[in-house]
C-alpha cells in the first residue's frame, strides 16, 4: 500500500518522546489532542501530532445553524493552526488515507488547495500510538440523485453551499416576473434525525427575516413550503416517543409538513421521488438521513469494520486487531456495556466521554499499566427547535430515572453542551470572554446572515 513518493515525517526532534497520531479534528479528535497537548505535550512526555484535512474546526451539531444562517461561522470556528500552538502539539494539514501497522506509520495524501495547487505532497507519519477519530458521513443508502441534486450537511462548506442557495433562491423569485415554478421556494428535508428535524425549525424564521428585508414580493406563509420526509413511522426515531410526539407538535404549529412513513426511492433535478411514486416538488433537497464512516476505513490497515464503514473496538477502545491502534467518536464501533448486543450511538457527549477517557488510556500506557474499560453514560438527549423552543430528556448523573425536559431550561442545558465544547478546547476564561464578544456583537448585526 506504501508509495516511494511518499516523504517520512519524523518530528520527534530526536528526543525519543513516545509518537502520538490523532487522525481527525473533530470534536473528539480536537478535544484528545488539545488535553494531551496541555499535559504530555508540554511536559515533553510525549510527541503528539493531529492530522485533519481541513484548516478549521467547527461543532458539528451546530451544522444547521449555519445552514439556516442564524450563526456565522467565522464567530465559531477554530483554527487548528493556532490552536496547535496555544496547546503543546502540531497540527498537520492532509488527509490519511490508510496505515503500515508493520512500520507503525500513517500514509498522508497530498494536500490540493480548491484552485488544485498542491500545497504539501504525500506524507508518512510515524507513531507509537494512533488514534483515528474521522468522525461520520451522512448514508444516501446508494439513492439515485442524491450526489447530483441533494446537499448533505457533513461540514460547514456543504452548510453555507444550502444558505447561499437558499438567499438565491429567495432573491430569484423575488426579481422574477411569471409566477412561481410548482417545485420553486420548496425545501424537502430528507431523514428526521436530530440534524433534520433541528434544520427544518430553523427555516421558517430565516425565511420570514429574509423576506422583512425588502423581499415583498413573497409570501413567507404561502410560497414557502418546508416539508420533513422520514422514512420511520416517527419523526426522531432513535429518541423516546414523547420527545418525537411533542417535536411532531412544534414542527406543525411552525408550518413545517411532516411526512412519516415516506421511503425516498429517488432525488430528481425538481424533487423527490417516493417508494410510492408520488413526486413531491422541492428546489432544495437536503439530505440527512442515516450516518456511516468514510470508506476510506475499509482499506486503514486490514482494521476490522462493521457494514457502515465504523472501526470495530474493544470496551478499551482499541481496534480488535491492533492494541496500538485507538478509534474513538462516530467511526468506531463501540459495544455499549451493559446494553447486549447495542453499540454507543453517534452522539457528541460519546464523542466527549472518549476523548476524556483516552487521556488516562495513553497516560497509562506511558506508565506500561493496564488500560481500563470505558462506559458511556448517558445523559439524554436535546432537540433544538430553533427559537422556538428546546426539548430534551435527562438521563444518568443528571437525573434519577428519565426527566422530561422543555422550553427555556431545556435550552439553556443544549447551550451548555456547545460550552462544554468550547471550555475543553479553549478555558473557562476564554469561554466567558468570548461569549460576552459574541452578545455585544450579535447586537449589531442581522438576526439572519444574508449572504
Known sequence: MSNARDRLIDEDDGTGLHRIVIVGGGAGGLELATRLGDTLGK??????????????????????????????IGMYQTDYLAQSHWHHFRYRVGEATHVDRQARVVHVAPFVDDGEEEIAGARMFPYDTLVVAIGSLTNDFGTPGVSEHAIPLEDAKQAERFHRRLINACIRAHAQEG??????????????????????????????????????RIDAKNDIRIIVIEAADRILPALPERLSTAATGMLEDLGVHVRTSARVAEVVANGVKLASGEVIPAELVVWAAGVKASEV???????????????????????????????????????????????????????????????????????????????????????????????????????????????????????????????????????????????????????????
Open 43 to 72: 511536559r515533553k512526555k510525549a510527541h503528539i501530532t493531529l492530522i485533519e484535512k481541513a484548516r478549521t474546526h467547527f461543532w458539528k451539531p451546530h451544522l444547521h445553524e449555519i445552514a439556516a444562517g442564524s450563526m456565522d
Open 179 to 216: 409566477p412561481l415554478r410548482p417545485e420553486q421556494l420548496q425545501v424537502a428535508v430528507i431523514g428526521a434525525g436530530a440534524t433534520g428535524v433541528e434544520l427544518a425549525a430553523e427555516l421558517p424564521n430565516t425565511t420570514r427575516t429574509l423576506i422583512s428585508f425588502g423581499l415583498d
Open 297 to 451: 476505513l475499509r482499506n486503514f490497515g486490514d482494521l476490522e469494520t462493521n457494514r457502515i464503514n465504523q472501526l470495530v473496538v474493544l470496551p478499551t477502545l482499541q481496534t480488535t486487531r491492533d492494541e496500538h491502534v485507538f478509534a474513538i467518536g462516530d467511526c468506531a464501533a463501540c459495544p455499549w456495556v451493559g446494553h447486549e448486543g447495542r453499540l454507543v450511538p453517534p452522539r457528541a457527549q460519546a464523542a466527549h466521554q472518549q476523548a476524556s477517557h483516552m487521556v488516562g488510556q495513553i497516560k497509562r500506557r506511558l506508565a506500561g499499566k493496564p488500560l481500563r474499560p470505558w462506559r458511556y453514560r448517558d445523559f439524554g438527549s436535546l432537540v433544538s427547535l430553533g427559537e422556538y423552543s428546546t426539548v430534551g430528556n435527562l438521563m444518568g448523573g443528571l437525573s434519577k430515572g428519565n426527566l422530561w425536559i422543555d422550553g427555556w431550561f431545556a435550552r439553556m442545558m443544549y447551550l451548555s453542551l456547545y460550552k462544554m465544547h468550547e471550555v475543553a478546547l479553549h478555558g473557562y476564561w476564554k469561554v466567558v470572554l468570548d461569549t460576552l464578544a459574541r452578545l455585544i456583537t450579535r447586537r449589531t448585526l442581522p438576526r439572519i446572515k444574508l449572504h
